[in-house]
């Protein structure tokens, strides 16, 4: 029975890892830049499949491949930042109407970045095997890949958080977080900084599709699915705030292995249940204002 | 512009509105079996457009909703084909969507901007993954097979949805629940305070776009003869109504309607040669739109309108 609570905990701290970095790209890219990027699955998408490539193809390290594939979605987010989102921002009347007008236009990128993957790639699902041997952790059995998932969400976790709260840039997205305005007037430079959110979000994901596709197989339809947990786990954590995106992501992945544990069928399903419920109930999430 | 003005557009276009009725109800007397069910398709995503537009173009509260009206329509008309006629299923369906749409309505509403959008579109999920896990773990078989119905009855049925809900979103929009709906979308506070019952209205608008859906999704699920939920609740129907609205532009009752008929006969033409190009296409139409033109083609007239307007004047 104790083996048991255990297994179910770890693993759900192993999949919260995940989905607490996932969220946090989303988080960043939404709290600050004020764009709920629909699109945030295909980023990571982009990282799995890029990883399997370079490992499958040249035979790279998955791991090294963090350094190809962050900067990589860096880049396009920042760009497309730069770019599309600036634009919309000046152009939208309200902040209400960009978060609107923000949102459809994510849905455009989310069609295009599949599909050209699509096209790149084809639709096959696609996995390798690396770092699989086991490890026994009090009874329980898990995979090494899964806890390196766990360590490199929990460090980039750390240090991002470090980089916020020690570091100008970092004192900068902070203002830009609170009013885009009043911290355009005091001198930040505010379209590098929502555009430098936008690419970290993006380099999260990438990084977070790198970790995925270390564990489970990919394909180039696979980033939908993390959108929506990214979104339910933002929403969870209150929308906006990263540490409780952080903290969201660990309490949806313990819940979520519980769930698999209990009737494997219905995890997704209990992850919109909770959602929808907690939209109705306490909308703000638990570390929102 | 002046109610005159208004009167008189308002009858062209209702005019333009019966002869496209029409011209379409005596097609299948004269066009090719592939042009009724080309025209199905179209009259399928006009109907989702404008029922989509119907709730939110005057509020701008953007529901990612149509797939589960949708979805519940074609479910209905799955479990109920072989016991009723068809016209009960298609009423039925549209029924069940009603009061879905009620009930979910009445506890959302609440949500403002991106939550309620996120929040319909939870919605099509959940369904979908309960009734999946219903499906594999209670029934044991995934799909069912429904009924099939002649593909000229379909359009005709169709037809008669397409021209309700015609007539519905054009008496809405000219009536005072209109203009009460416009004011919900501008200011809700301000309109709440000027005595419209703000949450009443929004459900009810909401509850009537999402009959045509259901009813759209009874009569289409008759000819795609096999369904599963990942067919029926296809994510897709909520975005793509919502693209078809943008790019047609909603200021205008015939904007979503004209963005549907393009947008549905381009996937038709792409989609049999290009399956992956047509939603990359898609996405960057959806990208364009809402960057270059953010009233849509209807804003796009509009503008060359008052522009040809201005040099007539600049040369008399």
Same mark, same amino acid.
Request: overall charge positive.
């Given at each position: ?215 489970? =197989?990919?394909?180039?339809?696979? !980033? #939908?699915?993390?959108?929506? @947990?990214?979104? %339910? $786990? +933002?929403? &969870? ?5 990263? =540490?409780?995106?952080?903290?969201? !992501? #660990?309490?949806?992945?313990? @819940?979520?292995? %519980? $769930? +698999?544990? &209990? ?22 999430? +638990?570390?929102?204002? | ?316």
């Amino acid at each position: 029975m104790l083996t048991t609570i255990l297994d179910v905990l770890i693993a759900g701290l192993l999949l919260g890892g995940l989905y607490a970095l996932i969220a946090m790209g989303l988080s960043l890219q939404y709290g600050v830049a004020r764009v709920l990027n629909i699109a945030h699955g295909e980023f990571l998408m982009l990282g799995a499949l890029l990883t399997w490539w370079l490992y499958t193809m040249f035979g790279i390290n998955p791991l090294a491949c963090l350094a190809i594939c962050g900067p990589l979605t860096f880049v396009i987010g920042f760009i497309l930042h730069r770019t599309l989102y600036k634009r919309l921002r000046t152009s939208s009347a309200t902040p209400g109407i960009f978060e609107s007008n923000s949102m459809l236009a994510s849905f455009g990128l989310l069609f295009i970045i599949q599909n050209v993957a699509l096209i790149a790639w084809g639709s096959q699902i696609k996995s390798y095997s690396y770092l699989t041997s086991t490890i026994d952790i009090g009874g329980a059995v898990f995979g090494a890949n899964r806890l390196v998932t766990l360590g490199f969400a929990v460090v980039i976790g750390i240090a991002f958080y470090i980089f916020l709260a020690r570091t100008r840039t970092g004192k900068a997205i902070r203002a830009a977080a609170q009013d885009p305005a009043i911290a355009g007037l005091m001198g930040v430079n505010i379209n590098q900084i929502l555009a430098l959110c936008f690419g970290l979000g993006a380099l999260m994901a990438g990084f977070a599709g790198m970790l995925v596709s270390m564990c489970y =197989p990919v394909n180039a339809v696979m !980033g #939908f699915e993390y959108t929506t @947990i990214a979104i %339910i $786990v +933002i929403v &969870l954590g209150g929308l906006g705030s990263i =540490p409780g995106s952080f903290i969201g !992501g #660990f309490i949806l992945g313990i @819940i979520g292995s %519980i $769930v +698999i544990y &209990l009737q494997p069928g219905l995890a997704l399903a209990s992850y919109y249940l909770i959602f929808i419920v907690l939209l109705l109930v306490k909308p703000t999430g +638990i570390l929102g204002k | 512009m002046s109610s005159k003005g208004i009167t008189s557009r308002s009858s062209f276009l209702l005019g333009i509105l019966c002869l496209v009725v029409v011209l379409l109800a005596t097609s299948p007397m004269y066009a090719p079996a592939y042009i009724v069910i080309l025209l199905t398709s179209i009259l399928m995503y006009v109907v989702l457009t404008v029922s989509w537009t119907i709730f939110s173009g005057p509020t701008g509260y953007i529901s990612l909703a149509p797939a589960a009206f949708f979805g519940i329509g074609i479910y209905t008309a799955a479990t109920l084909g072989e016991a009723l006629p068809l016209a009960a299923v298609v009423i039925i369906g549209g029924l069940v969507s009603f009061i879905i749409a009620l009930l979910v309505g009445a506890v959302t509403l609440r949500l403002r901007g991106i939550y309620f959008a996120i929040f319909t579109f939870g919605l099509v999920l959940l369904i979908q993954h309960l009734l999946l896990w219903y499906e594999v773990n209670i029934t044991g078989t995934r799909g069912r097979f429904v009924i099939v119905v002649d593909n000229t009855t379909i359009f005709y049925v169709m037809l008669i949805i397409f021209v309700l809900l015609m007539l519905t979103a054009f008496f809405i929009r000219r009536s005072k629940y209109g203009l009460a709906l416009q004011s919900i979308g501008e200011n809700e506070e301000a309109a709440s305070h000027i005595g419209i019952n703000v949450t009443v209205l929004k459900v009810i608008t909401f509850a009537i776009s999402a009959i045509f859906m259901g009813a759209a999704g009874a009569i289409m699920a008759t000819r795609w003869t096999y369904i599963d939920p990942y067919i029926a609740f296809n994510t897709n129907f909520s975005f793509l109504p919502v693209l078809m609205a943008i790019f047609g532009g909603m200021g205008q009752l015939y904007g979503p309607f004209l963005g549907a008929v393009i947008l549905a006969y381009l996937e038709e033409l792409l989609l049999t040669e290009f399956p992956y190009y047509y939603m990359l296409l898609f996405g960057i139409i959806m990208v364009v739109a809402i960057l270059y033109l953010p009233n849509g083609i209807v804003g796009l007239i509009q503008k060359w309108r008052k522009e040809g307007f201005r040099r007539k004047h600049a040369n008399t």
